[in-house]
């Protein structure tokens, strides 16, 4: 089992928040959002998005910085090394976007579709889901710094060999997710349903509620192989 991270402070940093212009200071897209696209002060809006019925959008190497996002549909986008920097995203559907070497900066979902989205090898700093779906969220050997999950159900996500330092929890429903020789520093998992999750061994050095114990103990007599009669 790998040691967990160090940090001096066992209580998690909160994430910062975009920094934005305000909103009468952003502009429509002047590019279709497509491979190595770049966009930069944007609000854009549905009718932004790629056609789908030109299949599934082709967006890696895509750069985004200090924009908001409403009800973009990126379903089963291929993102290879999208980066994200001071963005916002409101009702967007990301779900099955494959974002594998992802960089995302102050970056905030707000209600958004985040079902198989894959942020495999990923870089998640001062990020935020706020009420979005995420069952099956992909971060297998992402590094998450400063990461809040509020209200977000996100059911058999995999953090596989993730790094995972100051995270926070509200609300969330982390129920069958695999955390199999994750790492974790300054992580306040109180707010989370754990039951049924994977690897519990590996939460060394995260925080839990007394009323969590029981869901977190049985899933560690799982790991160790222990039988019950």
Same mark, same amino acid.
């Given at each position: 089992?790998?040691?967990?991270?160090?940090?001096?402070?066992?209580?998690?940093?909160?994430?910062?928040?975009?920094?934005?212009?305000?909103?009468?200071?952003?502009?429509?897209?002047?590019?279709?959002?497509?491979?190595?696209?770049?966009?930069?002060?944007?609000?854009?809006?549905?009718?932004?998005?790629?056609?789908?019925?030109?299949?599934?959008?082709?967006?890696?190497?895509?750069?985004? =910085?200090?924009?908001? @996002? %409403?009800?973009? !549909? *990126?379903? #089963?986008? /291929? +993102?290879?090394?999208?980066? $994200?920097?001071?963005?916002?995203?409101?009702?967007?559907?990301?779900?099955?976007?494959?974002?594998?070497?992802?960089?995302?900066?102050?970056?905030?979902?707000?209600?958004?579709?985040?079902?198989?989205?894959?942020?495999?090898?990923?870089?998640?700093?001062?990020?935020?889901?706020?009420?979005?779906?995420?069952?099956?969220?992909?971060? =297998?050997?992402?590094? @998450? %710094?400063?990461? !809040? *999950?509020? #209200?977000? /159900? +996100?059911?058999?996500?995999? $953090?596989?060999?993730?790094?995972?330092?100051?995270?926070?929890?509200?609300?969330?429903?982390?129920?069958?997710?695999?955390?199999?020789?994750?790492?974790?520093?300054?992580?306040?998992?109180?707010?989370?349903?754990?039951?049924?999750?994977?690897?519990?061994?590996?939460?060394?050095?995260?925080?839990?509620?007394?009323?969590?114990?029981?869901?977190?103990?049985?899933?560690?007599?799982?790991?160790?192989?222990?039988?019950?009669?």
């Amino acid at each position: 089992m790998p040691p967990p991270l160090r940090r001096r402070s066992s209580t998690p940093r909160p994430p910062a928040g975009p920094t934005l212009p305000r909103r009468e200071q952003l502009t429509p897209p002047r590019t279709d959002l497509a491979t190595d696209a770049q966009w930069d002060g944007v609000l854009a809006g549905a009718a932004d998005a790629p056609d789908p019925a030109d299949g599934p959008p082709r967006i890696g190497g895509a750069e985004i =910085r200090e924009s908001v @996002l %409403e009800g973009l !549909r *990126l379903s #089963g986008a /291929r +993102a290879e090394g999208l980066r $994200l920097s001071d963005v916002t995203l409101v009702g967007c559907d990301l779900s099955g976007v494959f974002a594998d070497g992802a960089s995302l900066a102050r970056v905030r979902f707000v209600d958004c579709r985040l079902t198989g989205l894959v942020l495999s090898d990923a870089r998640l700093t001062d990020v935020s889901l706020e009420d979005c779906h995420a069952d099956m969220l992909n971060l =297998r050997m992402a590094r @998450l %710094e400063r990461v !809040r *999950l509020a #209200g977000t /159900r +996100a059911r058999q996500a995999d $953090l596989l060999e993730s790094q995972v330092t100051d995270l926070t929890t509200e609300a969330a429903d982390l129920r069958e997710a695999d955390v199999t020789r994750a790492r974790f520093a300054a992580a306040d998992l109180r707010g989370a349903e754990l039951e049924g999750v994977r690897g519990a061994g590996s939460l060394r050095g995260a925080v839990i509620a007394p009323e969590q114990t029981l869901g977190v103990g049985l899933a560690l007599i799982a790991e160790a192989g222990i039988r019950v009669e």
